[in-house]
């Protein structure tokens, strides 16, 4: 077959054809795919550049998902202790209907009412650092043991400084232990707290001392100097001492001229010392809102005392209760030339049990003045009820006001001692109108004074007043409208009938509740096991490891916490005694701060997890537009060349026809 012979312009637009073809199929595979390159022919550096950007971004996608389901797990976490919280909320509401106080609410708010001029304390650093640099208002959050204060001296309160509980911003008491109290302990004579400057006040705390020292000289509170003016109210003291000096250690001191105004609730617990006690020209006020109980041991040990020209005031509308154990332990004691005051309508009882304990006893040139309610109990052999001592010159006035019950035993109600020929006479003055009963062999009977009885001892032996001279001694009449001993006794039986029925409700109260919130307690622990997401527990101690880079440099280690209800402190409820109640409270305050401390630390995780979320995804689209800028054909590009080709098709088209034709010319010769 011989070969075709083209002409030089036919052969020009064929190859021109071809290319053009050529390059409409480069055109069309890219219009088709949207690239520019589709292979490592077309850009080799392109073409692998992207690769490595589209393999990274794939890379960082799949951690994307485990990032996200990271979230998603802590979420679990957050959600289950978001309801355990709720859950928490609902078992203090229920312990809170039956119990008899309210929680302690957080340092931070005690902290608020203080200022800036006070400070919240909670040890002994802070308690010492807050007295000596003068804070204006110091509150004790907490239990504070100042330890052994044998060379320090215990605390010295500052002027206008307030030494303060709790309770004295709201009532948050518990039963037995207070939640505020400071406890210290010597071996030398001094002082808890000691008060030389004026204008303090020490109020709502629990307070405990020890001193083993034996010389004397060792108080709990003492204030001391003249001009100096200190108010004490709701205390709980104890205080033990050592049985030797009673007679210089005490509870509560009014010393050299001081004054101490005691208000509201007191209760004091001494062992081996006295309870409240003022010495040389102090003055001691127990105001109208007082409640007072007082429990004394050991020789000598008094209740109520003032001692060389001293001053107790006990006011109109004061409830006292005194208790004393221990040979020569007075309930009410007045001596050297002081004065006792019991102003009328105050109220006191007086037990005494021990050999010479007596109720109300006045030596050395004492004054007492009594116009309130007095019920006095004395046992033990020779213990009387009121008493000027042997040391004469004593002088005890009755009004017409006062109502005296006295049970002596075997002994006098009321005895005055006959002149020792030193000290002057002793008097009793009874008033008329003035109500007296004395008991004997369970009964008795209430007189009223109907002439003014006036003793003054000078017949050189002792006058008694018993339950068997009485009428014969006082010019007396009896009263009907006054109850007997035993009505006395039957009515005190009743009230404690009424109180055990009362006690038996409350306990029948709490076991319903105790079992509600019981069932709660379950409930949450119930809760806190459900918390887990594919397997993973964070509130059940489980940890999760989170990865954020395709080479795994960089992680994230997600510690859980055990937050079931033994590990936080939650115990099942066993509400027996009121004070149980609170414990209870106490626990579900302490793990709410568990849990919100719990959720704070998720939520930091949370938030460094989300954030690197966000920037793997903004870098996963940063790295596929790169590589689709270096591999992406651009269409409006494309398609006009691929129009331009179609033109220059046309023309090569034309041109091969036009020179195709002149061959055809020649042929027509033929």
Partial sequence: MSEISLTASMRSNLLSLQQIAKLQDSTQLRLSTGLKVNSAIDNPSSYYTASSLNNRAEDLSALLDSMGQSVQTIKAATEGIEKAEDLLSQMKAIAEQVNTGVYVPEKSYFEKLVGANGAVVSNAEELRAAVDSGKEEICVYGKIDLGDISTSGGLELQENQKLVGVNYYGNFGTEGEEFSSISATSSADNNMINIIKTGCLVSDLSLNY?????????YLIRAENVDILVDLQNLNIKAKFDDNNISTKAA????????INIKKNINIEVSGGNAILALENSVTNIQSDAKINIETSGQSGLGIASYKNATTNIQSGVNIKIQTSGNRAFGICARDSSLMNIEQNANINIITTGVSAYGIYNFNNA??????????LTSGNNSYGIVNADLSGNQTNISSTAQIYLNSGNSAGFYNYKDDGTKGVNIFNITSGAKIAIEKDGQAKWYEVKEDYHDVNDSGANKEITPDNIETTLNIATTSS??????????????????AEKEAEEQANREVYQT??????????SLIKDSSYKGVNLLQADDLKVVFNETRSATLDVSGVDLSSDKIGMMTADWSKAKDVQNSIN??????????????????????????????????????????????????????NMLSLQTQQQLAINSLSLASQSSQSILRLF
């Fill in 252 to 259: 509560i001191l009014t010393f050299s001229g001081a004054e």
């Fill in 587 to 640: 626990q579900i305050i302490n793990a709410k701060n568990t849990l919100r401390s719990a959720s704070t630390k998720l939520g930091n995780y949370y938030s460094i997890i989300t954030t690197r979320e966000d920037f793997t995804e903004n870098l996963i689209n940063v790295l596929e537009e790169g590589a689709d800028k270096l591999t992406l054909a651009d269409m409006n590009e494309e398609s006009a």
């Fill in 367 to 376: 004054i007492s003045n009594i116009s309130g309610n007095v019920q006095i």
């Fill in 516 to 525: 509600q919130y019981n069932n709660a307690l379950s409930q949450y622990d």
């Fill in 482 to 499: 006054w109850k007997t001993a035993g009505d006395v006794v039957k009515e005190q039986e009743q009230e404690k009938a009424v109180q």
């Fill in 210 to 218: 020890e001193n083993s020292a034996t010389s004397g000289g060792s």
